[in-house]
Structure formats: structure tokens, C-alpha cells
């Protein structure tokens, strides 16, 4: 059997700084050998990029950023500095990952998300166990999502559209559309609409509430 022959695709205006790895093997048998990334790039220097994923234009790294194998990732999407997103993840467009963030195998970020410095993605139900692989799930965050620092996310749960979950938080339950919630485990205090900042004594999701 003649090996697979790998292909790197990369759009056009592209910026790669120093010492980016682009088209990294997998060891893990992959049905794709392919990476292909769109136009207008920003790859900073230390990232790491597997083959077996797709990758829309506009996307931007920190540094030392890692993206593994069979990734389906939309247009402008950012993965700063010391973040990694793990194989088998499909994510939308326009999300933003901060630094020092985990994303397990297997997790769904919908568009327009966000997330905070330090947030850690589970997706294993009973570690340890000899089928634990028959179980992995990532959560599931639903489109215009807010993660906040230090946030938890265990297996399996979904976070709401437009909901925001409170810094340092373990979300053990799903937690519904346009909400706000907090605490160890996460509950839910009220809608993400009757949120008052502490500040400007405004209501800055107020413009929610036609969809909430």
C-alpha cells in the first residue's frame, strides 16, 4: 500500500511568523491528510496546525496556539496565545478563544462565541474506564455564548445562545438561552437581559430581549 501524500493549502495574503508548524502528523489514523486554510491568515510564531482540518480566512493565532487533526472551523476565528483546540471539534464562525484555554475532542462552539482566559473544556464521562472512549463529548455552545475566566465546562452540557456564564464557574448542567449564570456547581441567577452593570447602572444586554 502506497502512503497517503499530505496537502497544505493556504490561502492568499498570508503572515506566518516565526517557527510555525503547519501540516503536522497525527498519530491517530485520519481519513483526510489534507489542511487547508483560507485567505488572510495571521499565524504567530510557536503555533502548530495538524493536517485533517479545515480552516476558513481570516483566522489568527497567538502564540505557541495549537490546532489539532479533523477540525471544521469557520471564517475569523481566534486562538490566542497557549490555547488548544483538540481533534474532532466543530467550530462556526467569528469565536474567539483567549490565552491558556483547553478544547476537548469532540466539543461544538457555534458562531459569534467567546471565550475567556483560562477556560478548560471536559469531554470525558468516566475517565479511566476501558470504553471511556465510547462516551467523549464535548459541550455543545450554543451561538453568542460568553465564557468567563477560569470556567469548567463538563462533558456533554450546552450553554444557551447568548447566555453568560459567570468567572470561575463549573457548569455541570445545561444552562438555557439568554441567561446569566454562575457558581460552583452553575445556576442560573436571572436573565442575561436583567443584568445591571455595576458601572454605568445600565442594562447592557438590553438589546437581547427582542430575541430573548
Not at 493549502?9 to 485520519?30: A, P
Not at 471544521?72 to 483538540?86: A, E
Not at 483547553?102 to 461544538?108: C, G, K, N, S
Request: aromatic share 6%.
Amino acid at each position: 500500500m502506497k502512503p497517503r501524500k499530505n496537502k497544505i493549502s493556504v490561502g492568499k495574503k498570508k503572515r506566518l511568523g516565526k517557527n510555525v508548524q503547519l501540516g503536522v502528523f497525527s498519530g491517530r489514523k485520519i481519513k483526510s491528510m489534507t489542511l487547508s486554510i483560507g485567505d488572510s491568515p495571521n499565524i504567530r510564531s510557536g503555533s502548530v496546525i495538524y493536517l485533517g482540518s479545515r480552516i476558513g480566512k481570516n483566522l489568527e493565532t497567538g502564540h505557541n496556539a495549537v490546532i489539532r487533526e479533523e477540525n471544521s472551523i469557520g471564517d475569523g476565528f481566534s486562538l490566542w496565545t497557549n490555547s488548544i483546540v483538540d481533534y474532532g471539534c466543530k467550530i462556526g464562525d467569528n469565536v474567539k478563544i483567549h490565552c491558556n484555554c483547553y478544547v476537548a475532542q469532540f466539543t461544538t462552539i457555534e458562531d459569534d462565541v467567546f471565550m475567556a482566559p483560562g477556560v478548560t473544556v471536559a469531554n470525558d464521562l468516566h475517565p479511566g474506564s476501558p470504553d471511556f472512549r465510547d462516551c467523549m463529548k464535548g459541550p455543545t455552545i450554543k451561538k453568542g455564548a460568553q465564557i468567563g475566566c477560569n470556567v469548567t465546562l463538563l462533558p456533554g452540557v450546552t450553554i444557551g445562545e447568548h447566555s453568560l456564564i459567570g468567572a470561575g464557574s463549573v457548569v455541570t448542567k445545561d444552562i438555557p438561552a439568554y441567561s446569566l449564570a454562575y457558581g460552583n456547581p452553575a445556576r442560573v441567577a436571572k436573565k442575561i437581559t436583567d443584568m445591571k452593570c455595576s458601572i454605568k447602572k445600565n442594562f447592557p444586554y438590553e438589546h437581547l430581549k427582542k430575541h430573548g
